[in-house]
């Protein structure tokens, strides 16, 4: 069984920036893609940024390519999501998720793809 831990949450003004962290339970967590993804109020959940478990590839949404960064620390089981330039339009719950499959190329947008979900942590920027 694995666990996800978000943190790093919290209330920002618009153009300011938050880290996320999300520390996850077990022994394997180099060997898995990690994702962030992110739900505003009344809609779906979306994608928002990927890593592979060697970090070597990442992938980001188009809305926050170029402000978001993710990353992860295997040492730590840590994985991160670094967001500046915050908008409004980002604030939504933000949730980790380990992928399903060792590689993280494929269907990395699709929530279905990924099996363990942390709680969550909520991001508001204020205007």
């Known amino acids: 069984q694995v666990q996800l831990v978000e943190s790093g949450g919290g209330l920002v003004q618009a153009g300011g920036s938050l880290r996320l962290s999300c520390a996850a339970s077990?022994?394997?967590?180099?060997?898995?893609?990690m994702g962030w993804f992110r739900q505003a109020t009344g809609k779906e959940r979306e994608f928002v940024a990927a890593i592979s478990g060697s970090s070597s590839i990442s992938y980001y949404a188009d809305s926050v390519k170029g402000r978001f960064t993710i990353s992860r620390d295997n040492a730590k089981n840590t994985a991160y999501l670094q967001m500046s330039s915050l908008k409004p339009e980002d604030t939504a719950v933000y949730y980790c998720?380990?992928?399903?499959?060792?590689?993280?190329?494929?269907?990395?947008?699709?929530?279905?793809?990924?099996?363990?979900w942390g709680q969550g942590t909520q991001v508001t920027v204020s205007s």
């Open positions: 998720a380990r992928k399903a499959s060792r590689t993280v190329s494929d269907g990395y947008p699709r929530t279905y793809n990924y099996d363990y």
């Open positions: 077990g022994r394997t967590f180099s060997s898995y893609a």
